[in-house]
């Protein structure tokens, strides 16, 4: 079979305007653009050239080459190639074979292969053009902040024990912006670290999905609860906050990722693969982790929330900073109501949340629900579409129906120290004993694994 609809990405020199990158992309002839716009600190080229590989990783499995009209460093191009096949894996295995919904069938592979999911572009480039060397700060970190459960608690955290905290917002230009809005605009009131990033990467994305010939017809203006192929977000997120990262010293870079179930990652027909969240796993944080300290910069990236579940998130939200659970909008489809950002109470994001918020007993309305989404939850939540690993979502659901559905499962109360997905020192030491020790008040104790 051949994935390979595109013939040549040519990733072209990005142009510097001020406080402005421009990403420029010529594909098969036909030239597509991505704008970022920043309200401080400078932007050195090199932040720039990077940048701009990361977008086009999520073209790597339909794509057959690839120049780079910039030099890049060999750290480059060896950590550029190998998220190119692994984000080849995971478009392969949890978008064309797990959810093909959206894929012409012509294009969904009969039967699994390791070699037609690992593509790598040929790559076309140059070496040179070494990164700039700035020096960091331990206790400084940038938080990749969304307005959902995980990077508010982590803002919280993070501030409690001491950290100088800088919460990062990327505007996508895109719905994803909607549900950020509360949590933005009340941090951008109270505290001066909070920062701003001003992007049309989802226009972009767009504008190329619609000149692949991979998708059904209509396929793309169907609501769905995801990307059609967009998997590798969060990195070009990262590589945009690095003129912010400079400026402040930051030496720190966290995620809101939080505990995944290791017994629900099971390879497919031998293929391993991160269900469609590479770039939010352990595994991810250390490939960067490592990049970035083999190119000079002494920056480490973690998640201080990867060793709880979603239902002790929320419950440490409500019971720790209940004001920051106020902002809280976790849904695919938020919008507005009466001036209010509300999410809408029916996608598989919501359904999970008010899962978990009914199973803590806190009132949803605190978050926007309305009595409506509320009262249908109540009713139909045990046939409802949820996105959680399933410990989780039937351990909710025996908490929610006192013990009528669902099914017990005390290690989804507990902090968890997994040796590969998330070991202890995960968390760097001086954060360690601090963050466990608030988690330790609202979990029954701790599961090696």
């Given at each position: 079979m051949n994935l390979q609809v595109i013939n040549k990405i040519e990733i072209e020199e990005p142009s510097i305007d001020k406080d402005r990158i421009k990403a420029i992309y010529n594909i098969d002839g036909q030239i597509f653009t991505i704008n970022f716009k920043y309200y401080t600190g400078e932007i050195r080229r090199k932040y720039a050239q990077i940048l701009s590989l990361m977008p086009i990783v999520n073209y790597s499995l339909f794509t057959e080459s690839i120049k780079i009209d910039f030099p890049i460093t060999e750290e480059d191009l060896g950590f550029f190639r190998e998220v190119l096949r692994l984000n080849s894996i995971e478009i392969y295995v949890n978008k064309l074979i797990k959810r093909p919904e959206f894929f012409r069938d012509e294009y969904i592979p009969m039967r699994a292969s390791i070699s037609e999911a690992s593509w790598i572009p040929k790559l076309v480039y140059e070496l040179g053009n070494p990164w700039p060397k700035f020096s960091t700060e331990s206790n400084n970190v940038a938080i990749m902040s969304s307005g959902g459960k995980e990077s508010l608690l982590t803002y919280g955290l993070m501030n409690e024990i001491g950290a100088e905290v800088y919460p990062i917002y990327f505007?996508?230009?895109?719905?994803?912006?909607?549900?950020?809005?509360?949590?933005?605009?009340?941090?951008?009131?109270?505290?001066?670290?909070?920062?701003?990033?001003?992007?049309?990467?989802?226009?972009?994305?767009?504008?190329?999905?619609?000149?692949?010939?991979?998708?059904?017809?209509?396929?793309?203006?169907?609501?769905?609860?995801?990307?059609?192929?967009?998997?590798?977000?969060?990195?070009?997120?990262?590589?945009?906050?690095?003129?912010?990262?400079?400026?402040?010293a930051i030496g720190n870079v966290m995620k809101g990722d939080e505990f995944d179930d290791p017994r629900s990652f099971e390879p497919l027909d031998g293929i391993r693969h991160f269900y469609g969240i590479l770039d939010q796993t352990k595994y991810f944080d250390d490939m960067l982790t490592q990049y970035m300290q083999s190119v000079g910069l002494n920056l480490r990236f973690f998640s201080a929330v990867r060793h709880i579940t979603g239902l002790v998130e929320e419950r440490i939200l409500f019971q720790r900073y209940p004001e920051l659970l106020k902002l809280q909008r976790s849904c695919h489809s938020c919008h507005y109501e009466n001036g209010e950002v509300v999410p809408c109470g029916k996608c598989s994001k919501c359904n999970g949340i008010l899962l978990f918020l009914e199973a803590n007993g806190i009132d949803p309305r605190l978050i926007k629900y309305r009595d409506d989404d509320v009262n249908r939850f109540m009713e139909d939540y045990s046939n409802r579409l949820y996105r959680i690993d399933e410990s989780e979502k039937l351990h909710a659901m025996y908490k929610v129906s006192?013990?009528?559905?669902?099914?017990?499962?005390?290690?989804?109360?507990?902090?968890?120290?997994?040796?590969?997905?998330?070991?202890?020192?995960?968390?760097?030491?001086?954060?360690?004993?601090?963050?466990?020790g608030i988690f330790k008040e609202y979990t029954s104790g701790i599961e090696k694994c």
């Open positions: 505007n996508e230009s895109g719905s994803h912006w909607k549900t950020a809005i509360p949590a933005y605009r009340y941090m951008s009131e109270r505290d001066p670290r909070t920062l701003r990033i001003w992007s049309d990467i989802d226009r972009f994305y767009r504008k190329v999905n619609r000149i692949l010939p991979i998708f059904k017809k209509g396929a793309l203006e169907m609501w769905s609860d995801t990307y059609p192929i967009q998997l590798f977000i969060f990195p070009v997120y990262i590589f945009a906050s690095l003129p912010y990262i400079e400026k402040y006192e013990g009528k559905l669902g099914k017990r499962d005390d290690n989804v109360e507990k902090i968890h120290f997994c040796k590969d997905f998330c070991p202890e020192d995960t968390i760097p030491e001086e954060f360690r004993d601090k963050l466990i």
